[in-house]
């Protein structure tokens, strides 16, 4: 039935929205100074997922697009500083953009993950973008790229294939992936498994820092990472790429391949990508049994039409990795580089339906992304039967309204709703079968003067968590537990163009995440992180006050940013072990006992601050020196002693240089030092403090033409002086969870250099 309504849903506004008028607008891309056309510009238009490139005369079409409303078109070419600038479609004259020389290429960027799409410079949230070729090199998945690229995000790891995404110091369900405009809903309660999606699918990544309950509702205390599929090629047009590249410390090698068509309106994509893994390499060794292999399958179908567009993506994840277990004496490394993943290891598989729609009335629209997510964890402990089986089963609503604009007001109406059902299908036992349902409803407004940009919002939200009772063999494994929430949050934000180089924003408001189940029911082994953990049914949910403030500057020498922002978290939820509390475990299949520490889901109030940053100087247009920088001040309050899992402060500097190479297009060549500083903040009932390290990197490549396709190719070396060294976050360093678990005690890995290659091609009609 619910099947039926949604379908009879869509007919009713695909009818409607069919009569809506298309015009085809026509335009030149110049420069600024000496008039000019500026051949193979990109305009993109990302409310409509339309991307075109100026033809030999810097000329260029839209064709079928809307015969009114206004849209954020961005404009870019090689060299230039990228355009931006919001259009009215109902304009009959041929548009002229103008772009000006410049060293900087995307000072100014689109952000489109917030309520209203817009400007950077008109965007009250701390945003970074990641474009697509900053997410190739030597990053072994997405989360593990964005934190080597974003000031402010950190990443907790395991291993390699494993990375979850830290935003100012906050993890796990306090962090909203979005991709394909759904939530990412896999385990993310846990500490031993990432991010299901596959890092090449991504033209870029956009990184909103701060809470957005707003927009998102629960759990997106920390921050958002909005995964953004490449647009639909112009008209009569097909686009692809080939990449590939092969690291050395693990023999890495990554394999993807993409095609996508627009045909009168009728698009498509698809990808295919592959990795493939050793174990890493640390200092002393390789890692035992540390590998792993991916598989992803992508595609999408769709329309796009003067009414707006429809798009039904799908995707397949399938990643299994190894796990070390040892037992006291083993040893930890060894000379292995087989390709063969021993037992134990896990098998993680996510299934994804997204069907994404913006329906154009008039000068208002309305987004509508209906989603079905599967996502199943197994954990294979001896044999292929798994031990350990989470199948969660997820369907989403999200729907926004963007009333037409009045007097510079810009009001968005949005609501959204969710279902999730998780069952236990392995003989171990963490967290109960459950239930979760939300639903939530925000209003938007926002309002733009010539130099200044204000917005304030509000949004209600309705959480029902119902854990499944257990017994097993007359025991009581889960209690059981049904809890409902209720939150009202609110935003506000404020922007301030002072000139073309300076501008200032800042936002205040609340944000908050209800418990999720692990942390309500479990109790059993967390055999990723070798504990005991025991839930607790009465918590509550996590209520956030927040600011944070940004100055940013961008001239033709120097660009940068510099914020400070502040979190406080009323009933912040983490596990710990209190008085060395043990339970003995006895394992089923071989019958021996083990000790582990109990660790107990509780509640304190907790106070993070911090700062974050960057610098480049471009004293000659080939060269430009880049830095980063971010630090987390947390601190647990009710107990008055640091909060766990912060991770260290960091600077990272790279001097990069681009000179002038007949035959050559884009070389470069660059060297970098990532410092990151003592982390001594530490939880001392689980954590043991890292000490400061220095990691010495470096880059090169260049750009071929092969015929009128362009190839790139680079090589890049990260840890070259194969530093030993533990990171704050990583989970396998020791004492991370038990002083005596012989697990733990595993460095970083050791010296890494990567080759690859890009290949873009298609056609430009």
């Excluded at 004259?93 to 950077?120: C, D, M, N, R």
């Excluded at 990197?697 to 009128?708: P, V």
Aim: proline letters at 4%; hydrophobic letters at 35%; glycine letters at 10%.
């Amino acid at each position: 039935m619910k099947l039926k309504l949604i379908s009879c849903f869509l007919f009713l506004f695909i009818q409607i929205s069919a009569f809506a008028s298309a015009n085809n607008i026509t335009g030149k891309v110049i420069d600024a100074k000496t008039g000019e056309s500026l051949p193979g510009s990109v305009i993109n238009i990302p409310e409509l997922h339309i991307s075109v490139g100026t033809n030999n005369n810097g000329e260029f079409t839209l064709k079928s697009v809307p015969a009114q409303g206004r849209f954020v078109v961005q404009v870019q070419y090689v060299g230039y500083k990228t355009l931006t600038q919001t259009v009215d479609f109902s304009t009959t004259k041929p548009l002229v953009f103008a772009l000006e020389q410049s060293i900087i290429e995307a000072h100014e960027v689109v952000i489109t993950g917030t309520p209203v799409t817009a400007s950077s410079k008109y965007n009250s949230t701390s945003a970074a973008v990641v474009n697509k070729d900053q997410l190739m090199g030597t990053s072994t998945n997405l989360i593990d790229a964005l934190a080597k690229q974003v000031p402010g995000v950190s990443q907790i790891t395991t291993s390699q294939a494993i990375s979850k995404p830290v935003i100012r110091g906050l993890s796990y369900n306090r962090v909203v992936t979005l991709s394909d405009g759904v939530k990412q809903q896999g385990q993310q309660f846990g500490d031993e498994h990432g991010i299901e999606i596959d890092q090449f699918q991504a033209a870029r990544v956009e990184v909103l820092r701060g809470a957005a309950s707003l927009m998102y509702g629960s759990d997106a205390l920390g921050g958002v990472i909005n995964v953004i599929d490449p647009p639909t090629p112009a008209e009569g047009n097909i686009k692809g790429e080939i990449l590939d590249n092969y690291s050395t410390n693990s023999g890495l090698s990554n394999t993807s391949i993409m095609l996508s068509g627009n045909e009168d309106g009728f698009v498509w994509r698809g990808r295919g990508t592959y990795q493939n893994a050793h174990s890493f390499k640390t200092p002393v060794g390789y890692y035992q049994n540390s590998g792993f292999n991916q598989t992803d399958f992508s595609g999408m179908l769709g329309v796009n039409k003067a009414w707006g567009y429809s798009h039904l993506n799908f995707s397949y994840f399938k990643n299994n990795i190894g796990f070390f277990d040892a037992d006291p004496g083993n040893e930890l490394y060894n000379n292995s580089t087989s390709r063969t993943l021993e037992y134990p290891r896990q098998d993680v598989r996510h299934y994804k339906l997204a069907l994404n729609n913006n329906f154009l009335f008039g000068t208002g629209s309305l987004k509508l992304d209906l989603g079905f997510q599967k996502n199943q964890r197994r954990e294979l402990e001896d044999n292929p039967v798994p031990s350990l089986f989470f199948d969660l089963n997820t369907y989403s609503v999200d729907a926004k309204y963007f009333l037409p604009e009045s007097n510079g007001w810009k009001p968005v109406i949005g609501a959204s709703w969710s279902l999730g059902h998780s069952v236990n299908k392995g003989e171990e036992l963490l967290i109960p079968a459950y239930d979760e349902y939300s639903a939530g409803t925000f209003v938007y407004l926002k309002k733009t003067w010539e130099k200044s940009t204000f917005s304030a919002g509000a949004r209600f939200d309705f959480i029902s968590n119902n854990g499944k009772a257990l017994q097993k063999e007359g025991e009581q494994v889960f209690a059981g537990f049904d809890n409902k929430f209720t939150n009202v949050s609110g935003a506000l934000g404020y922007t301030h163009v002072f000139n073309d180089y300076l501008s200032f924003k800042a936002n205040a408001g609340s944000a908050f995440r209800a418990p999720n189940p692990a942390e309500l029911g479990s109790n059993g082994v967390h055999e990723g992180t070798n504990r005991y953990e025991i839930g607790s049914a009465g918590l509550n949910p996590e209520r956030s006050y927040q600011t944070d403030a940004t100055l940013e500057y961008g001239s033709g020498i120097i660009t940068g940013s510099f914020g400070i922002y502040e979190n406080y978290i009323h009933n912040f939820i983490y596990a710990s072990n209190t008085n060395n509390e043990q339970i003995t475990v006895t394992d089923e299949g071989s019958g021996a006992d083990r000790n582990l520490d109990v660790y107990r889901y509780g509640q304190v109030n907790a106070n993070l601050y911090g700062l974050e940053g960057n610098l480049t100087i471009h004293p000659v247009s080939f060269l430009h020196f880049e830095n980063t920088f971010g630090y987390t001040y947390a601190q647990n309050k009710t107990f008055d002693r640091p909060l766990p899992l912060i991770p260290a402060g960091s600077l990272h500097n790279t001097l990069r240089f681009e000179p002038k190479i007949k035959g050559l297009t884009d070389f470069y060549t660059s060297i970098g030092i990532d410092n990151y500083f003592k982390q001594t903040r530490i939880d001392a009932t689980f954590e043991t403090p890292t000490d400061a390290y220095t990691l010495l990197n470096a880059g090169i490549g260049t750009t071929f033409k092969l015929g009128s396709q362009p190839l790139k190719v680079y090589i890049s070396g990260n840890n070259l002086t194969n530093k030993k060294y533990y990171d704050a976050l990583n989970r396998l360093r020791p004492g991370r969870y038990s002083q005596e678990d012989p697990t733990f005690g595993v460095y970083n890995p050791g010296r890494n250099i990567t080759f690859g290659f890009y290949l873009p091609f298609g056609t430009n009609k």
